[in-house]
């Protein structure tokens, strides 16, 4: 069955950066727009980068210029670098195809200390 696994959170001050890794396994993402999606806490998940299959991205306007969506098919992974970062970027971060659903992963913690 297809199973995705999130991984690359942590604690960082405002101003770091990490890079996010999202490993799908059980079906080929290939050929499905990807997206990258967080939850704050106490807040419902919103939408932060997507990237078709043709690599097109796309981002929230919170995140525009700080953070960039990439994939390599070959090795099922969607990656998300986060630059700049501020404390509201604080949540559980997690992905998933665009347009159709698998099962959510775990997601992965980011926590910017001020």
């Known amino acids: 069955q297809v199973q995705v696994v999130e991984s690359g959170g942590g604690l960082v001050q405002a101003g770091g950066s990490l890079r996010l890794s999202c490993v799908v396994s059980g079906t080929s993402v290939s050929f499905n727009a990807m997206a990258w999606y967080r939850q704050p806490p106490g807040k419902q998940r919103e939408l932060v980068a997507a990237i078709t299959s043709g690599s097109r991205t796309s981002y929230a306007d919170s995140v525009k210029g700080r953070f960039t969506i990439s994939r390599d098919n070959a090795k099922n992974t969607v990656y998300l670098q986060m630059n700049s970062l501020k404390p509201e970027d604080t949540a559980v971060y997690s992905c998933?195809?665009?347009?159709?659903?698998?099962?959510w992963g775990q997601g992965t913690q980011v926590t910017v200390s001020s």
């Open positions: 998933n195809a665009r347009y159709v659903t698998y099962p």
